[in-house]
């Protein structure tokens, strides 16, 4: 891997970590105690999923960045799992 591709790959790695991971914690706690999404977390979900497709040819790069993602995009299925579940029992 060249510099360049390297420093994208650490790059993404941090922001994933550093940014997009403990948001989606957030997100996860809240959902688990029955909450339901707002606005601005469902922005979120939208834009973070945005990036993460736009930048999948770069997670191919690294395997620790491919773990991450993985783990990240497992977070997001259950965010959206039980925030569906807590929509359809608040209705």
């Known amino acids: 891997m060249r510099g360049d591709e390297q420093?994208?790959?650490q790059a993404l790695q941090a922001q994933l970590q550093h940014q997009q991971l403990p948001r989606l914690l957030k997100l996860k706690a809240k959902v688990d105690a029955g909450q339901p999404l707002?606005?601005?977390?469902?922005?979120f979900l939208k834009d973070a999923l945005a990036?993460?497709?736009q930048a999948r040819s770069v997670m191919h790069q690294s395997r620790e960045l491919q773990g991450l993602a993985g783990h990240i995009f497992?977070?997001?299925?259950?965010?959206?799992?039980?925030?569906l579940a807590n929509e359809r029992r608040l209705s």
């Open 7 to 9: 420093g994208v790959v």
């Open 38 to 43: 707002d606005d601005y977390d469902l922005r």
């Open 74 to 83: 497992r977070l997001y299925h259950q965010i959206c799992d039980q925030a």
């Open 51 to 53: 990036a993460g497709w």
